[in-house]
């Protein structure tokens, strides 16, 4: 049974959840890097338009995160269903923003949260460890605690 539901108003708890979850397993760095694939990537794990030598200030990367984690709780809504626990739906926007809006879109996580099987969708979660070909031991424990936040509100 499903304890919380996130009504019109509850997309800026669920954006508040998030970032919670997204900042700390992204981490921050200021100055561009390739990540474990060789994307360039700059504050919080952002890859779109970074370029070597590119550098933000910590504000910079706070806001960059909060807008890009609405971007992404938008861009996945319609792959979900519309009532889910703010934990839910949280825990998936923080995959979203790992592993890209589409591709979360296409995923077993939506399609299952689409048939009603909602605990089905956030252990769905663990079948995105792998980076490079290879599981990878940082992914494996940020889909775990994204499992365990998304199944808290299916009580």
């Known amino acids: 049974m499903i304890r919380r539901r996130t009504a019109a108003g509850g997309a ?3 954006i508040a959840a998030a970032v919670a979850l997204i900042a700390p397993w992204e ?3 200021t100055a561009s890097y390739q ?3 060789g994307v360039w990537t700059i504050c919080y ?6 370029s070597p030598g590119q550098t933000a200030t910590p504000e910079e990367c ?9 971007q992404f709780e938008a861009e996945i809504r319609p792959c979900l269903p519309a009532a889910l626990p703010i934990e839910t739906r949280a825990a998936f926007v923080s995959a979203a923003y790992n592993i890209g809006s589409g591709a979360f879109c296409r995923s077993s996580m939506s ?9 089905g969708a956030c252990d769905a979660l663990m079948l995105w460890v ?3 070909g290879q599981t990878v031991p940082g992914l494996v424990n940020r889909r775990t605690a994204e499992r365990d936040l998304c199944r ?4």
């Open 111 to 119: 399609r299952r949260a689409l048939a009603g099987d909602l605990p």
């Open 45 to 50: 794990g952002e890859t779109r338009g970074v």
């Open 27 to 29: 981490g921050l760095r």
């Open 62 to 70: 706070r806001d960059q995160l909060a807008r890009r984690t609405a």
């Open 152 to 155: 808290s509100g299916l009580d």
């Open 35 to 37: 990540d474990i694939v």
């Open 130 to 132: 792998n980076a490079g």
């Open 12 to 14: 800026a708890a669920v």
